[in-house]
T-cell receptor, first 114, second 114 residues
Framework: QQQVKQSPQSLIVQKGGISIINCAYE??????FPWYQQFPGKGPALLIA?????SEKKEGRFTISFNKSAKQFSLHIMDSQPGDSATYFC?????????????FGKGTTLSVSS | DGGITQSPKYLFRKEGQNVTLSCEQN?????MYWYRQDPGQGLRLIYY???????QKGDIAEGYSVSREKKESFPLTVTSAQKNPTAFYLC?????????????FGSGTRLTVV
């Protein structure tokens, strides 16, 4: 119930192409869905996030599509650049008596070839 | 500048020893978290704390202990009971209130058992 399933595990995209990463969840109590970008040896950095009452959010070249009924959400990176090469994590936030916390997918390693 | 400071960046431990990882934040966040990252496993929640002197086990708490004596500090002790402690450890914080997110991560501590 607390899992977030992410696919693919790795992705190779040509420069200028579209990168698409998908995530699925079961727990309908999740109420916040962020995407993080991580470079080797660094902590994850927030890329973009969405609430379940919104179906799409766009920030620059990054777009989240959210399908509440299917319990799925995805990250689209338009015009992918070599500098986008990193590991991407989807996550979902839960809230209970003990507080809030993020549950992460297992990550997608993106390589953008020039 | 506000942020999260993790120290040390690299830590080496002999088998059978306990080690403590430091995490300090000056964001005035109520909630703090510890995650463990292994290749291909994503970030897994070890412990989280919503308020001072209270903390909750995450998915992989066995072999770890924490304390929250001050709002700004959330140290993690990796005990000798942790069977495979070599990993990248990440500390995070958030406002901790439902609807008010904004998780911030530190730059991590890489622990190696020698």
């Amino acid at each position: 119930q607390q899992q977030v399933k992410q696919s693919p595990q790795s992705l190779i995209v040509q420069k200028g192409g579209i990168s698409i990463i998908n995530c699925a969840y079961e727990n309908t109590a999740f109420d916040y869905f962020p995407w993080y970008q991580q470079f080797p040896g660094k902590g994850p950095a927030l890329l973009i996030a969405i609430r379940p009452d919104v179906s799409e959010k766009k920030e620059g070249r990054f777009t989240i599509s959210f399908n509440k009924s299917a319990k799925q959400f995805s990250l689209h990176i338009m015009d992918s650049q070599p500098g986008d090469s990193a590991t991407y994590f989807c996550a979902a936030s839960f809230f209970n008596q003990a507080g809030t916390a993020l549950i992460f997918g297992k990550g997608t390693t993106l390589s953008v070839s020039s | 500048d506000g942020g999260i400071t993790q120290s040390p960046k690299y830590l080496f431990r002999k088998e059978g020893q306990n080690v403590t990882l430091s995490c300090e934040q000056n964001l005035n966040h109520d909630a703090m978290y510890w995650y463990r990252q292994d290749p291909g496993q994503g970030l897994r929640l070890i412990y989280y704390s919503q308020i001072v002197n209270d903390f909750q086990k995450g998915d992989i708490a066995e072999g770890y202990s924490v304390s929250r004596e001050k709002k700004e500090s959330f140290p993690l002790t990796v005990t000798s009971a942790q069977k495979n402690p070599t990993a990248f450890y990440l500390c995070a914080s958030s406002p901790g209130r439902r609807g008010s997110y904004g998780y911030t991560f530190g730059s991590g501590t890489r622990l190696t058992v020698v």
